[in-house]
């Protein structure tokens, strides 16, 4: 990003390659980019910068795209159910509000981090992050979209003095495409986490544009790098049930095997059968002799 907010915490944003993402702000490679189609779009020229707000609809519904443009050419991006644009357009209208009651910059009485005012939205499996901050080129509001438990961040710098006027353009376009993301409508099951020994799983439900879907991740540390080792395996809801079947068969077999008495596992140990019938004959002489006489 450039201007105000730019490099702001290290991260950087990356030149635009035309990569496709759908309203769950999932990434799609050329070649299995789901049909999108743009329903309008709106652009802004704040300071040095320009900001696109795009309507877009694919097969899971409609979102909206918010692209920075800074002076340099780079460009950043984030990804807005319509829902959470409408609530994001509610909080510019109380950052507005703030950031109007503030006097004059003062670099003595700013905090150390440098955030003015903070709130964060929640959407299925992302976090949308907003921080009025100010810095030596003045003050702006960063929004950032993280995947939780991992996944890229992204994110976008609007000056200060630009938020109304990117509240009243979000406001144009919701009036006119309404709030309604499609696709699901209740909501979803909050995360579950699971530890065993030095393993932690991680049960994440969560939703793109080909529906509902279980992410099952296991973390284990690692004793060679400072961090740890995670893998994922994702789960359709449509065959929640079948893998659930699956795993249940599995258990009632091992609890069977573990509830058999421990000589039949013994090396060597004979069958029940075979020890019932290598008994029987022992007992049959103990009582085949003739009744003795009175």
């Known amino acids: 990003m450039s201007d105000i907010g730019s490099g702001d915490e ?4 990356q030149k635009y390659h035309g990569q496709g993402m759908d309203a769950g ?14 329903l309008a779009t709106k652009m802004l020229q704040i300071q040095s910068k320009r900001f696109y707000l795009d ?13 920075e443009i800074g002076a340099d050419g780079r460009r950043s991006q984030i990804f807005l159910a319509m829902s959470t644009a409408a609530e994001f357009r ?6 507005s509000d703030f950031y109007s009651s503030l006097g004059p910059p003062n670099p003595e009485s700013v905090p150390d981090d440098g955030k003015l005012k903070s709130e964060m939205m929640l959407k299925d499996n992302r976090r949308y992050y907003l921080d009025l901050k100010e810095n030596s080129r003045g003050r702006f509001l960063r929004v950032s ?12 710098a609007l000056p200060a003095q630009g938020m109304i006027e990117f509240r009243d353009a979000l406001t144009d376009l919701l009036d006119d495409f309404g709030t309604d993301d499609g696709g699901f409508k209740g909501e979803l099951p909050e995360g579950r986490h699971l530890r065993v020994d030095n393993k932690n799983f991680y049960f994440d439900i969560g939703q793109n544009n080909r529906g509902i879907y279980m992410k099952v991740s296991e973390v284990v540390p690692s004793l060679q790098v400072k961090s740890n080792f995670r893998t994922a395996i994702t789960v359709p809801e449509k065959c929640w049930t079948r ?52």
């Open 10 to 13: 290290g991260i950087s944003s």
């Open 25 to 38: 702000g999932n990434n799609f490679d050329s070649g299995q980019q789901p049909q999108e189609q743009e």
């Open 55 to 67: 309507v877009k609809q694919n097969r899971r519904g409609r979102f909206i795209k918010v692209a």
């Open 90 to 95: 509610d909080h510019l209208s109380s950052f």
């Open 145 to 156: 979209q993280t995947i939780t438990r991992g996944g890229p961040r992204s994110q976008v």
């Open 243 to 294: 893998f659930r079947d699956i795993l249940a068969d599995y258990c009632d077999k091992m609890n069977r095997a573990h509830a058999e008495p421990a000589d039949h596992h013994q090396p060597g140990a004979a069958p029940p059968a075979a020890r019932a019938a290598s008994a029987q004959p022992a007992r049959d002489e103990a009582f085949s002799g003739s009744a003795p006489r009175i």
